[in-house]
C-alpha cells in the first residue's frame, strides 16, 4: 500500500459521507435557487464530483480499484458536458445578451 491509500484508511468513511453529501446539497441548492446559467452548470459539476470524491473513497476504503477506474469515465463525461454546456451558453448570449435562463422562455416557437 502507497502513503496516500493508507492515510485516506486512516480517516472514517462516515466523514467522505457527511462531506459528500454536504458537497451535493450545496450544489442541489444552487441549481434550484441561481438564475444564472452558468452558476447552473458550476452547481451541476460541484454535485458530480462530489460523487466522484465518494466513489474514489468507497474505492480506496474497499481496495477495489474499479471504482477509481469508473470515476475515470465520469470525469470524461463530465468534461464533455462542460464544453457542450459552455457552447450553448454561448449561443444563448450571443442570441439573448444575458445568460438568465428567464429569458430563455423568448427561444420558444
Known amino acids: 500500500m502507497n502513503s496516500i491509500t493508507q492515510s485516506m484508511q486512516f480517516i472514517p468513511i462516515g466523514y467522505y459521507l457527511f462531506f459528500c453529501t454536504m458537497l451535493f446539497c450545496i450544489g442541489v441548492t444552487g441549481v434550484l435557487i441561481k438564475r444564472n446559467a452558468l452558476l447552473i452548470l ?53 442570441t439573448t445578451h444575458s445568460i438568465d435562463i428567464d429569458i430563455l422562455n423568448k427561444l420558444k416557437w
Not at 474514489?56 to 464544453?83: H, R
Open 42 to 94: 458550476m452547481s451541476v459539476e460541484l454535485m458530480i464530483n462530489s460523487i466522484n470524491l465518494l466513489l474514489a473513497a468507497f474505492s480506496t476504503y474497499l481496495n477495489d480499484p474499479a471504482g477509481q477506474i469508473f470515476v475515470f469515465f465520469i470525469m470524461v463525461v463530465a468534461a464533455a458536458e462542460v464544453a457542450i454546456g459552455l457552447a450553448i451558453i454561448v449561443v444563448i448570449y450571443r
